[in-house]
């Protein structure tokens, strides 16, 4: 695999495993030091067995902003299909209360799909933090600020990790009297309903390759 020399396009030497490759398809593309997400403009098997991915910034929806690749990929790199997913926190649809949901998108020759699941019922509140290596620049996470916080300082280039708080509740009555605290989730206070659920937080950390 390796990049053309106008870096408008990413050649592939190998067909197997490649069937998902059509116009329009969300491509991820990365090596050991650098990946790119671009959409294939055009996708040509002229040449077998090499296949040609082109990534012209305006011919494809919602489409690309630039027409180049942005680093130089040879032998070595791997290409795949990007799936992104969606995870939120909604109304439970199998029980009382609210649930973990995941939604898988899919975009296909210009085309968006989605799909979406129930993970994890009891789940009322979801907040992230997002990690940055502000000490001793060794790439490990010591500091974690909120969206906005990332946002206003554009560092999001800089996230390492992701810190994800989630709040459990049980059924309703399960407690004796009701449910008056505040819980802090990834440094967000959070009001929950006045209820008889017990709750408890979890939080765990997921490393990001950016």
């Given at each position: 695999?390796?990049?053309?020399?106008?870096?408008?396009?990413?050649?592939?030497?190998?067909?197997?495993?490649?069937?998902?490759?059509?116009?329009?398809?969300?491509?991820?593309?990365?090596?050991?030091?650098?990946?790119?997400?671009?959409?294939?403009?055009?996708?040509?098997?002229?040449?077998?067995?090499?296949?040609?991915?082109?990534?012209?910034?305006a011919q494809v929806q919602p489409g690309?902003?630039?027409?180049?690749?942005?680093?130089?990929?040879?032998?070595?790199?791997?290409?795949?299909?990007?799936?992104?997913?969606?995870?939120?926190?909604?109304?439970?649809?199998?029980?009382?209360?609210?649930?973990?949901?995941?939604?898988?998108?899919?975009?296909?020759?210009g085309k968006l799909t989605s799909r979406?699941?129930?993970?994890?019922?009891?789940?009322?509140?979801?907040?992230?933090?997002?990690?940055?290596?502000?000490?001793?620049?060794?790439?490990?996470?010591?500091?974690?600020?909120?969206?906005?916080?990332?946002?206003?300082?554009?560092?999001?280039?800089?996230?390492?990790?992701?810190?994800?708080?989630?709040?459990?509740?049980?059924?309703?009555?399960?407690?004796?009297?009701?449910?008056?605290?505040?819980?802090?989730?990834?440094?967000?206070?959070?009001?929950?309903?006045?209820?008889?659920?017990?709750?408890?937080?979890?939080?765990?950390?997921?490393?990001?390759?950016?």
């Open positions: 695999d390796h990049t053309s020399a106008d870096h408008t396009k990413l050649i592939l030497k190998r067909k197997q495993t490649q069937d998902w490759l059509e116009d329009g398809s969300l491509i991820v593309v990365c090596d050991a030091f650098n990946t790119t997400l671009f959409q294939a403009s055009d996708i040509s098997h002229n040449n077998q067995p090499d296949i040609t991915i082109a990534s012209a910034a690309n902003t630039t027409d180049q690749i942005d680093h130089d990929y040879s032998q070595g790199a791997q290409v795949a299909n990007y799936e992104p997913s969606i995870y939120f926190i909604a109304q439970s649809v199998s029980e009382d209360g609210y649930s973990l949901f995941r939604e898988y998108l899919n975009i296909a020759k979406r699941e129930e993970l994890v019922t009891g789940v009322e509140n979801m907040q992230l933090q997002f990690g940055l290596d502000l000490d001793a620049q060794d790439g490990i996470a010591d500091a974690y600020f909120s969206a906005s916080h990332i946002d206003e300082y554009y560092m999001w280039d800089a996230v390492l990790a992701v810190k994800v708080g989630l709040l459990f509740a049980s059924e309703d009555g399960v407690r004796k009297d009701f449910d008056n605290n505040e819980y802090v989730l990834a440094d967000t206070l959070v009001s929950v309903n006045k209820d008889k659920r017990k709750r408890y937080i979890n939080h765990f950390v997921v490393s990001v390759r950016n």
